[in-house]
């Protein structure tokens, strides 16, 4: 059992954290300005944590049971439209000059968002994804089916327009310090995004759920075997994963400031090149694949702004070319 | 006829009226349904049916999920839209254009398929999915080659002025490429394809290499999109993303093919046919629901005319669970119960 990640610290495999560290120092070097820098670094984070909020739970799913949802982008539509309809409910206290008085329009959208992104997730395990397990044609023409008529229904609630969010005022704009601007938003989203990162961690690798959870990735029939049903499990999983991209969708709907129907399949290339990137079923893979995908999306975006789109591509293949399995291959028995 | 076919014969007496009718319908589509909108439709159901039908190539046949299949049917459509937008209008621009999209669209193929047709095919859907977002922003950003959003419009050979002659080479070239594809799938290369798709360990232990069918299935069904999407740009006049490489294209080809019946070729045709028809008087009749329903909370809105997509990807979704070989699979069935 020489699996890569998790199971004790000593073998954490340090190659791919320090490949994204010297892209950081690589990208300083060839910006030059510290504070230009700093600003990239933080808004790349920014986006590569919440595209890792988005795409946790789809590896982890893909990781138990085998199961590609090719809809998981709607539970971040979901959460996105559900935080905006919420922000604009509580407009009063999103405008209020308190910081504390923010969090009481910026909490519940982001609770609701979870919630009705948990809920949709439940409804599409039971009737969507339970009758093709083992299936991955199946899986794949049935969820991109769900997803079809989840956007349709989205489009049939809130309508077919884009529609505008506002942050909450004490989020707006940028602290200054010195020569340098470091976006409010942003800062709060990388602190969201690492306490997630930070509470996942510590129930994946402390708690016995997290345990199960890892070993049913590594080994289902075993878990099965010592008495555990790994399809509660999965259900779990899989609905918390549904919310984490709804919590993922809602920041990222203020992160752009408006939300389209389109929201969730736009997300749902990047998402698909983190998880190959971070190697499918692997968690710690995920992260450091979101943050590769974050970071390189802003530094070549303001280096070359006309290979950006390339980038993305272009690292995956790459790392594919290094690594076939992804960074972190899951070691599946 | 039966050489025509292939030896692949309907097995359906009410499959063969379906196809007789629809065949019938398009190859006289300017005489039966005059018009400029009927024969429109007519020809995007020519161009959709043989689209449909290298999918199934893929997708029924082979058992491998592909979302860039509208990439290489872009790329036949900007092929020769910038031929001919560029060069001196004829026949010669045509065939060049065609050639390097086709030649283009086949190196494409088959890197992406030596990548990723090795491992799984959840795979090969998500890298195919991330290629072709790619390549759409791709031929919108560079706006100097392919007109950006806007696209190109072009003109055509003074022969392929006249809307007859356009839409009997439309319907001529489909028809003939999509016997093509009949006989390729009914040949000994297409029995292995189906084995790969039924059990791909056996296949392989029975000593076919079925990376290399795999990809070779993947080249053809690219090439044929490549031709596909030529034979559109020719009829349109006109190649532009939402022609084309719109992600919403793809879900439709994806749509008409597990409606029309996966695995069986004809289910391209009744599928593709179908839904080109749908697409266009589906709507009319949807606006007269909606109307008739104003004043009821939320359901005008759910049978408003552009949710049409909505109502096609219930019937998707059923289909997969409940008939799995489309309509042409329940007629075929039918057949094989009454004869039981």
Redesign the interface.
Known sequence: MNSPEGSAAARVDWVPIALTVAIALGALASIGNPSTWLTLTIAGLAMGLLIFLMASGLTLV?GLMDV?N?AHGVFIAVGAYVAASVMKFFAGPAEADSFLVNLGALVPAMLAAMLAAALLGWFFERV?IR??YGQ???????T???L??AE??I???WG?DLIPVERPLTLRGSFVIGDMALEKYRLSAVAIGLAVFAVMMLVLNRSKIGLLIRAGVENKEMVEAMGYRIRRLFVGVFVAGSALAGLGGALWGLYQRDVTVHIG?QM??LI??VI?IGG?GSVGGCFIGALLVGLLTNYVGYLAP?IA??T??LL??LI?LWRPQGLYPVNKQ | MKALLSGDLPRSRALTALLVAVLTGLALAPFLFPGTRPLDVAAKACVFVLLVASYDLLLGYTGIVSFAHTMFFGIGGYGVAIALSRMDVGWGAIALGTAAAVALSLALSFVIGLFSLRVKAIFFAMITLAVASFFAILASQLSGLTGGEDGITFKVPELLRSRLVAYYLVFGSCLVLFLALLRVVNSPFGRVLLAIRENEFRAEALGYRTVIYRTIANCLGAAVATLAGVLYALWLRYTGPNTTLDFGIMIDILLMVVIGGMGTMYGAVIGATFFVVAQNYLQDAMKLLSGSLKGLPVLPELFHPDRWLLWLGVLFVLSVYYFPHGVVGQLRSRLRAGAG
């Open positions: 893909f590609m090719f969507i009758p093709v991955h044609l199946k899986q794949i023409l049935i991109t089916g769900g079809i008529v349709q229904l489009i049939v609630f077919p399949a749902m290339v698909f090149i190959i499918l006309k789109l390339g993305n591509i995956m293949v594919l």
